[in-house]
Every structure is written in C-alpha cells, then in structure tokens.
C-alpha cells in the first residue's frame, strides 16, 4: 500500500513551453502533498505544500506564477512549469500524506520526474 | 531553523563491511526523525523512523538511535550487501514539513 506515482517519468521540452506533472496517490487519500525539487548531488529542497481544494502554499524563493500547483481531488496533484527555461530543468518529487494520519505521519514519495529544458 | 548535516560521501565499502553514516540535526521542539533511501532510477523509500528520543528505528539490518543529547541519528548496519548501494538521506519532520540533508552516496563492492 500507500503509493505515489508521477507522470511522466521524464521529459523534455522546449524553451518557452509549459509542462504538467501529475502526482497520484494509488491507494490512498492525500489531504496533502508535496512537491520537492532536487538538484544533481543535492538534497530535496521543498517547493510547495499542496491541500486538496485549496491554494498551495509555497516556500520562501518560489515564484508562484511559475509554478503553478493544482490538488483538485484527494488523489491527484498537478504541478505545471509555465514559460520553462533551462534553470528549470531538474528532478522534481512529489509526495502525499495520508488524511487519517496525524502531523507526525509518513510521506510517501513519487518516483520523480526528471525535466530537461532545451 | 531546523537544520539536517550528514556525512559527506561517496562512501565505498567492501561487501559485509561495517556501516555507519553520520546525522545531526538542529530543531526547535521534538521532531520526528527519518532515513530515507534512494535506489538508482527510484524515488525516496522510507528506510526507518524514530518518533522520540531513545526511540531505535530499525529495517533491513540498518538501525539508527535518536539521540536527543548529541542531535544525533546515525545510520548503522553491521554487513553492508551490493544491493544497499544507493544515496541516504537523513531527515527531519516538525509539524508538516521534511527537512532533508544533503544525501550521502553509498557504494558497496563485491
């Protein structure tokens, strides 16, 4: 139980263009979810924190505008990386939490999804 | 803020080998404390947690004590096998949120 898949796994685009990230929770409700960024050798750096029918709330030096984060059921989280540039190009990982669970609880991870901006 | 350090790698050790990767942490209050682990081309796995000091998480040989005297939450195992080769993150919750450290990359040799 409780998994996290994303899609796609990878992709690449270019400049210019958007792109959309879908993270499902399979098997379970996600009040919330989570998007992390990951740079090569780095750790997980949180992007965003994604409750179901409600605006994202986004840490301090992530624009907004840029990354737009969408958690229209308690299944599905959408992220879409709009105008992409090369800087964007990263590992992003999403995350859900189960809505039974308390503050201190597990989050299971996507698999990620590997951007690559031209 | 909360903080996480561990031990910069790559660490790389012989088959059955001993292992230790370092952790420490800064918080405000009682955090949770993980280890996750990320296998070539996965995403992170819960490896094992600790919810309270002297708390021992424990899961596939790896243990790590929290420690709340020295902010410590080291990762140990006593045999290290091929297939533990991966990047270990250490991490802490504190309400909502994981603070991760940086990862450290474990290779293991026949």
């Known amino acids: 139980g409780a998994v996290v898949s994303q899609h796609p796994s990878w992709v690449i685009c270019k400049s210019g263009t958007s792109v959309k990230i879908e993270c499902r929770s399979l098997?379970?409700?996600?009040?919330?979810m989570f998007w992390y960024r990951q740079f090569p050798k780095q750790s997980l750096m949180l992007m965003a924190t994604?409750?179901?029918?409600?605006?994202?709330?986004?840490e301090q030096g992530v624009e907004k505008d840029k990354f737009l984060i969408n958690h229209a059921s308690l299944t599905l989280s959408t992220l879409t990386v709009t105008s992409a540039h090369p800087e964007d190009s990263s590992f992003y990982i999403c995350?859900?939490?189960?809505?039974?669970?308390?503050?201190?609880?597990?989050?299971?991870f996507g698999p990620g999804t590997r951007l690559t901006v031209l | 803020g909360n903080s996480v350090t561990q031990m910069e790698g790559p660490v790389t050790l012989s088959e059955e080998a001993f292992l230790t990767i370092n952790c420490t942490y800064t918080?405000?209050?009682?955090?949770?404390l993980f280890w996750y682990v990320q296998y070539p081309g996965e995403g992170l796995q819960l490896l094992l947690k600790?919810?309270?000091?002297?708390d021992k998480g424990s899961n596939k040989g790896f243990e790590a004590t929290y420690r709340k005297e020295t902010t410590s939450f080291h990762l140990e195992k006593g045999s290290v096998q091929v297939s533990d080769s991966a990047v270990y993150f250490c991490?802490?919750?504190?309400?909502?949120?994981?603070?991760f450290g940086k990862g450290t990359s474990l290779l293991v040799t026949p």
């Open positions: 995350s859900a939490r189960s809505r039974l669970a308390g503050p201190q609880d597990t989050q299971y």
């Open positions: 098997d379970f409700q996600a009040t919330t």
């Open positions: 994604s409750n179901e029918g409600s605006k994202a709330t986004y």
């Open positions: 918080a405000t209050g009682y955090p949770s």
């Open positions: 600790a919810t309270k000091a002297d």
């Open positions: 991490a802490l919750q504190s309400g909502y949120a994981l603070n």
